[in-house]
Nanobody
Framework: QVQVVESGGGLVQPGGSLRLSCTASGSIFSALVKGWYRQAPGQQREVVAVIAGDGIIKYVDSVKGRFTISRDNAKNTLYLQMDSLKPEDTAVYYC?????WGQGTQVTVSS
């Protein structure tokens, strides 16, 4: 049974927006650390944004002011709102709950 389901990726023009969603079962969603990561072709996977158990949020410098991570505890869902997208944001995006990863969703920013 699939326990983590991602959605929301796609093709968008530079300057556009996308919202990624990641829904997990309750036991997985309760992980103290939740976050979004991405991996571009030929590059290592990197952290994009993380929410710690105490609510502290951190972003990689390249997305500060453009991306927003949030969670809806009632829906067991983690979100990543991505605005002012750039071609260099193109990657496969993964959600993560401690040691459990989502399947990944492709985000392509291109004109």
């Amino acid at each position: 049974q699939v326990q983590v389901v991602e959605s929301g990726g796609g093709l968008v023009q530079p300057g556009g927006s996308l919202r990624l969603s990641c829904t997990a079962s309750g036991s997985i969603f309760s992980a103290l650390v939740k976050g979004w990561y991405r991996q571009a072709p030929g590059q290592q996977r990197e952290v994009v944004a993380v929410i710690a158990g105490d609510g502290i949020i951190k972003y990689v410098d390249s997305v500060k002011g453009r991306f927003t991570i949030s969670r809806d505890n009632a829906k067991n869902t983690l979100y990543l709102q991505m605005d002012s997208l750039k071609p260099e944001d193109t990657a496969v995006y993964y959600c993560r709950f401690s040691s459990t990863w989502g399947q990944g969703t492709q985000v392509t920013v291109s004109s």
